[in-house]
T-cell receptor, first 115, second 117 residues
Framework: ETGVTQSPTHLIKTRGQQVTLRCSSQSGHNTVSWYQQALGQGPQFIFQYYREEENGRGNFPPRFSGLQFPNYSSELNVNALELDDSALYLC??????????????FGPGTRLTVL | AQKITQTQPGMFVQEKEAVTLDCTYDTSDPSYGLFWYKQPSSGEMIFLIYQGSYDQQNATEGRYSLNFQKARKSANLVISASQLGDSAMYFCAMREKSGAAGNKLTFGGGTRVLVKP
């Protein structure tokens, strides 16, 4: 069983640029969630995708957007990068079954540095 | 308002001893789930254990057990027989509804554990 993978591992951008982060969900999972983790803090929920549609969003501005593809992989796009966007971006996949567990399994993350 | 509180920013534990990590939560939803994740320095969040709000018994997974006290709204993680590889950040998280039918995780601030040989 293939786990959650993310690319790239590290990324350095400058203010104002745009970035795309990618995530492949675990085999059998149909839901992808994205989180931002600033240094020394717990992850913060950005949004979740299910059946290629956004299904819940945290307190992030519209310049954070995403996509989910038919194979359940996902992209996170961030426009007009700001210094505060520097963080570890974590992708998590889960299988929506209607049961209460719906455990989210995380990828290794993409560390974004904005200069 | 803080929904997940982890009051111990860091702790040392002797190898082979047990350690308890505290977590308190706040929710008005009768149906919720509580998770513990481990985050080594590599960054990946590793799922450890889950407790549902309606579960009658405390969850256990190998050396991990969850001390669930619903009335006190606490879900403490107990790691027995600590190993050097247990050195990491540990996060408590609560599943909450997001959007029409989705679920999101709300995390606490984490506790750093360092196991001493």
């Amino acid at each position: 069983e293939t786990g959650v993978t993310q690319s790239p591992t590290h990324l350095i951008k400058t203010r104002g640029q745009q970035v795309t982060l990618r995530c492949s969900s675990q085999s059998g999972h149909n839901t992808v969630s994205w989180y931002q983790q600033a240094l020394g803090q717990g992850p913060q929920f950005i949004f979740q995708y299910y059946r290629e549609e956004e299904n819940g969003r945290g307190n992030f501005p519209p310049r954070f957007s995403g996509l989910q593809f038919p194979n359940y992989s996902s992209e996170l796009n961030v426009n007009a990068l700001e210094l505060d966007d520097s963080a570890l971006y974590l992708c998590a996949s889960s299988r929506r079954t209607g049961r209460s567990t719906d455990t989210q399994y995380f990828g290794p993350g993409t560390r974004l540095t904005v200069l | 308002a803080q929904k997940i509180t982890q009051t111990q920013p860091g702790m040392f534990v002797q190898e082979k001893e047990a350690v308890t990590l505290d977590c308190t939560y706040d929710t008005s939803d009768p149906s919720y789930g509580l998770f513990w994740y481990k985050q080594p320095s590599s960054g990946e969040m590793i799922f450890l254990i889950y407790q549902g709000s309606y579960d009658q018994q405390n969850a256990t997974e190998g050396r991990y057990s969850l001390n669930f006290q619903k009335a006190r709204k606490s879900a403490n993680l107990v790691i027995s027989a600590s190993q050097l590889g247990d050195s990491a950040m540990y996060f408590c998280a609560m599943r909450e509804k997001s959007g029409a039918a989705g679920n999101k995780l709300t995390f606490g601030g984490g506790t750093r554990v360092l196991v001493k040989p």
